[in-house]
């Protein structure tokens, strides 16, 4: 090589942003547990289809951490841990910082609501005698995507006298799945010269579950009558308890390594169980951090984060104000000094399909966790950007512990885009950016991600949560 050109090179590695492969960068004993974790996420993932799952999954966790139920009344010292859960579908985990909160606290959030089919209201219609739910689509879904799938039915079921019932049928394989049946194409003439938008509409997703007639019975809707029969025996159960029910269906498909490298993992529930369980990891491997650390598992930002368990809602706010009012703290203050990572899916780039992403500015597989300083689209509307000086504080902190990470945008500028849960955080005057796992086939029943990416994305939550305050800026202050 001449003088010239080792010149040259020297420079680019000096100047040049470097988005590194982690097939490369990475030790062997840094790759080790990248598939160390990803073993035990995908039991996760396996266990965690419904955000109710998710919950009951990452309480059962955090409790044999030492978690304790939150209870206003107390002092809390350095190092307690406390969890609280609002309506099965949302849960806070703190772990309390030497600091307390008089400098604001420390925040990973991510959602556990997934892409699904919910049953509607008065689901079981019998016609020819096929018996199906009828169901409504949950989140944003290429419809065409949940047709000739094993699908499993989740969820909790109200009874008249107050008690629940908690279901969960096709995840075993002694146990019925249920399925959405497609055309045949030997009579899709028609249907394939359709819009792929309009292929399977949302009063197509019918799914099958049963075709026997109650035997010896007389009449119409004998399949349907049968299927309630074997309800009530099993649930005590009449129909209209389904009325009084969440009942969700996903993808009765198990969490798999994925290439003849094993270096991905196909599931369904990466968005935004991928980030959720590093979020989880994260604090339970926090024990005492300089200031208090929280996170909190969301519901509902697949349909725009409203309810008493999307991020709208003022749970996570209440719990800051108690947490506050314990240590004499004005909440305004605490929330204004806070930072916080919104731990959420980006799209990773897909060579298939490279029209639709800005290369220079797209996230790939195995090049680390994404930092997303802002989402939106049409313009960068409806998103939180974050500033200048809170992007600066994550990337020295991901940079400092060696942490394999990289920027993205969500696809090209006039494509389409997304939001996250960040703009409501940012509405209580707190620093807030997205950070997270790149995912291929995003809302698919089944995504891919790659191993190290979730392993990276659960170190930068750690390594913020463990972050000392040296960095650390109150713009808001200055
Ligand atoms: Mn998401
Ligand atoms: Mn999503």
Redesign the pocket.
């Known amino acids: 090589m001449s003088d010239e050109n080792k010149k040259s090179n020297e420079l680019k590695e000096k100047l040049f942003a470097k988005r590194e492969s982690g097939g490369k960068a990475l030790s062997d004993e840094e790759l080790k547990k990248c598939e160390e974790f990803s073993t035990h996420y995908k039991k996760f993932l396996g266990k965690s289809k419904t955000e109710r799952e998710v919950v009951s999954y990452a309480l059962k966790m955090a409790q044999a951490a030492g978690f304790k139920e939150f209870d206003k009344n107390k002092k809390y010292v350095p190092g307690d841990k406390i969890y609280l859960t609002n309506r099965s579908r949302n849960l806070v985990l703190c772990t309390v910082g030497k600091n307390g909160l008089k400098n604001g606290a420390k925040l990973a959030v991510s959602?556990v609501d997934s892409p699904r089919l919910d049953l509607k209201p008065n689901p079981i219609v019998e016609n020819n005698e096929i018996a199906t739910f009828k169901t409504h689509y949950y989140g944003g879904i290429k419809k065409y995507q949940w047709t000739t799938l094993p699908l499993s039915l989740h969820g909790r079921i109200v009874k008249r006298d107050g008690s629940f019932a908690d279901i969960s049928i096709g995840e075993n394989e002694d146990e019925p799945c249920f399925y959405i049946t497609d055309l045949l194409p030997h009579l899709a003439k028609e249907q394939m010269n359709k819009k792929m938008s309009e292929v399977i509409t949302g009063e197509d997703l019918n799914v099958l579950i049963g075709s026997m007639p109650l035997r010896g019975g007389e009449g119409s809707e004998l399949v349907k009558l049968n299927i309630l029969k074997l309800l009530n025996e099993k649930y005590e159960i009449v129909e209209e308890d389904l009325i009084c029910a969440d009942l969700e269906l996903v993808p009765a498909i198990k969490p798999q390594d994925v290439g003849f490298d094993r270096s991905m993992i196909g599931g369904y529930g990466h968005?935004?169980r991928s980030c959720a369980y590093p979020c989880i990891e994260a604090i339970l491997n926090t024990s005492l951090p300089e200031e208090t650390c929280i996170v909190l598992l969301t519901d509902k930002?697949e349909i725009g984060s409203d309810g008493n368990t999307g991020m709208k809602s003022l749970f996570l706010r209440y719990f800051i104000e108690d947490l506050c009012e314990s240590e004499n703290l004005k909440a305004r203050d605490v929330l204004s000094k806070s930072k916080c990572l919104s731990a959420?899916?980006n799209a990773a780039f897909d060579p298939t399909y490279s029209s639709s992403f800005e290369t220079f500015n797209s996230s790939f597989i195995n090049k680390g966790v994404v930092v997303t300083k802002y989402t939106g689209s049409g313009g960068k509307y409806s998103t939180s950007d974050a500033s200048a000086e809170f992007t600066g504080e994550i990337c020295r902190i991901l940079s400092e512990n060696s942490i394999l990470w990289q920027s993205s945008e969500l696809g090209k500028v006039d494509t389409g885009g997304g939001g996250?849960i960040a703009k409501y955080i940012a509405t209580w005057n707190m620093d807030v950016i997205d950070i997270g796992v790149p995912v291929l086939s995003m809302h698919a029943p089944y995504e891919v991600i790659s191993k190290i990416d979730l392993y990276m994305t659960f170190k930068a939550i750690n390594c913020f949560f463990n972050s000392t305050n040296s960095h650390q800026i109150n713009h808001y202050f200055n």
């Open positions: 959602h968005d935004d930002e959420d899916v996250t």
